[in-house]
């Protein structure tokens, strides 16, 4: 069996480092409108919204057809196609972090056949990483075969550059890091080219959230230095900055594996400031949704087909309370996590599709959200394993205000040990969504 424990801290803003213990083998369509002008919050107009407060969204939208119509194609339903089986044209829905030795994963035994499946590959392979979990390596040739038995999508999210710690600059400038990050990342792509069908692959989460912050420090992104040079060929006459490193693994990718669906990580701390946290009504969400969207302009991201976001990455109620394990903080006490799901008070759901809305239309791709935590609604904040949460049960009961922000995806999993797990409110979403999926615009 092998454990992977992903420890979250936080000072503002969303971070996470994965750690791991080996025990044996070791989602467009493009925004209907055009974002909200202005420096003060408005939720009209986003679909699915309650400004009042009292009336929720579609519960679960309509069944697409079965063959897919003629005509321009948006760039969600292009990805929906290409992955196959029956996700044609219709929105996402997945799980991850959830493997086991054999192969016999939660997300395959829920009733329904989810869409996406995901798994962290973290650590170098030179201090026990994910490319020495099992023998061959082929870590990730095991995973993908097991997502093709069920008939799943195999998804991959690369999370190497924490290594040393979330949000440590100094492997930007470590020759061996980095000698050994190309080396892993080439080896992922060999065994998703050999796999040879579409595979998901999500870069970096938080790593391009700290970029942004270095860059303020730095004077901009072109000066966050780092040393890329001769780590692959795709990097020949690339500069030697977080820019010129987004390229290259982007050139890799492409490359190397015409079967990736590739997608960065937008990460709400990139310009300092949390949005998604804001209780001031007069806050530019707006304009600090586009602020970050630059940052994504600039390294690249554009190019890729679509971006990914966090909701939270645990239960509200863990970081109400707080939640120390053996010494480690897991949670660190915080408030404003639990959402109002009435949109009435700040921050709500309708600040965050706002958010959301905006990066989707600047960077002209759509969005998964992606690791949302499994907690149930409730009065209190609850308790280890039983923590609240809201978001599970407002993505499934708001899937028209997902997609009409440029959503095409969401996927479930736990960012830290302790935390609610397959809830009620997840396997009934999970079942009635299938019942009755949702078409993409």
């Known amino acids: 069996m092998v454990i992977r424990l992903t420890r979250v801290t936080h000072a503002g803003r969303s971070l996470r480092l994965v750690a791991f213990v080996t025990l044996g083998l070791s989602f467009l369509a493009c925004a209907?409108?055009?974002?909200?002008?202005?420096?003060?919050?408005?939720?009209?107009?986003?679909p699915g919204s309650s400004p009042g407060g009292s009336?929720?969204?579609?519960?679960?939208?309509?069944?697409?057809?079965?063959?897919?119509?003629?005509g321009p194609v948006s760039k969600a339903k292009a990805i929906t196609r290409k992955l196959g089986g029956n996700r044609a044209d219709r929105f996402l829905v997945g799980m991850g972090n959830d493997g086991t030795d054999s192969g016999d994963d939660d997300a395959y035994k829920l009733g329904p056949t989810l869409d996406v499946h995901y798994h962290y590959l973290n650590g170098l392979s030179s201090e026990g990483?994910?490319?020495?979990?099992?023998?061959?390596?082929?870590?990730?040739?095991?995973?993908?075969?097991?997502?093709?038995?069920k008939g799943v999508v195999p998804m991959f999210t690369f999370y190497e550059m924490a290594a040393h710690g979330d949000g440590n600059r100094a492997p930007l400038t470590d020759s061996a890091f980095l000698t050994t990050y190309f080396k892993d990342f080439s080896q992922v792509l060999a065994d998703i080219a050999a796999?040879?069908?579409?595979?998901?692959?999500h870069l970096e989460p938080d790593f391009w959230g700290y970029a942004g912050q270095w860059a303020k420090?730095?004077?901009?992104?072109?000066?966050?230095?780092?040393?890329?040079?001769?780590?692959?060929?795709?990097?020949a006459g690339k500069p030697n900055n977080v820019i010129g490193f987004a390229n290259c693994l982007y050139d890799m990718v492409r490359g190397r594996t015409p079967n990736v669906i590739l997608a960065f990580h937008m990460s709400a701390f990139g310009t300092n400031v949390d949005p998604l946290l804001n209780t001031d009504p007069q806050f530019d969400v707006v304009g600090e949704a586009r602020k970050l969207a630059a940052q994504g302009k600039e390294m690249g991201f554009t190019r890729a087909d679509l971006f990914v976001v966090d909701a939270l990455d645990r239960d509200a109620g863990c970081y109400e309370v707080g939640y120390t394990v053996n010494g480690e903080v897991l949670c660190r006490k915080e408030s404003n996590r639990y959402w109002d799901d009435r949109n009435v008070k700040l921050p709500h759901f309708n600040q965050y599709f706002t958010w959301l809305k905006t990066l989707s239309t600047e960077l002209d791709l759509p969005y998964m959200i992606w690791q949302i935590p499994f907690g149930e609604p409730s009065s209190s904040p609850g308790s280890p394993g039983k923590w609240r949460d809201n978001r599970t049960a407002y993505f499934f009961t708001h899937m028209d205000q997902i997609v009409g922000t440029g959503g095409m995806a969401a996927v479930w999993g736990t960012g830290a040990p302790g935390q609610s797990y397959l809830t009620p409110s997840f396997k009934s979403g999970v079942k009635a969504y299938f019942a009755s999926p949702v078409a993409l615009p």
């Open 129 to 149: 990483g994910w490319a020495t979990w099992n023998k061959n390596p082929d870590y990730p040739t095991k995973r993908m075969r097991e997502a093709r038995n």
């Open 195 to 201: 796999d040879g069908k579409p595979v998901i692959l």
């Open 55 to 70: 009336t929720p969204g579609a519960p679960y939208g309509t069944t697409p057809t079965s063959a897919p119509p003629s």
């Open 32 to 46: 209907a409108s055009d974002a909200p002008e202005g420096g003060t919050f408005d939720p009209t107009g986003i």
């Open 217 to 235: 420090q730095s004077g901009g992104l072109s000066k966050v230095t780092m040393n890329i040079s001769g780590k692959a060929p795709e990097c």
